[in-house]
């Protein structure tokens, strides 16, 4: 059973930078696309960034610049570097592991940015 832990989220002011991390057991996890996920108050989880298996990125417009996911094989772990953060980045950050078309999610972490 893949399993997914969250950590690094907080409280940040506006222009802030935080990092999180998510470590992965129970999975071959250099084999996984791995993504990082949003979801504010009152709206439906989008997709912020993504890191396949071969360590090309995408990430959301609304990141883009501000936001660098990377992945350490040897350590079962995704990291997303927020910087510049926003009001507008307040949400439950998810992360999420793609095994060949299963889907595994994490509890997520809170992530509050002040103005």
């Known amino acids: 059973q893949v399993q997914l832990v969250e950590s690094g989220g907080g409280l940040v002011q506006a222009g802030g930078s935080l990092r999180l991390s998510c470590a992965a057991s129970?999975?071959?996890?250099?084999?996984?696309?791995m993504s990082w996920y949003r979801q504010a108050p009152g709206k439906k989880r989008e997709l912020v960034a993504v890191?396949?298996?071969?360590?090309?990125?995408n990430y959301a417009d609304s990141v883009k610049g501000r936001f660098t996911i990377s992945r350490d094989n040897a350590k079962n772990t995704v990291y997303l570097q927020m910087n510049s953060l926003k009001p507008e980045d307040t949400a439950v950050y998810y992360c999420?592991?793609?095994?060949?078309?299963?889907?595994?999610w994490g509890q997520g972490t809170q992530v509050t940015v002040s103005s």
């Open positions: 129970g999975t071959i996890f250099s084999d996984n696309h």
């Open positions: 999420n592991a793609n095994y060949r078309g299963i889907y595994s």
């Open positions: 890191i396949t298996s071969g360590s090309s990125t």
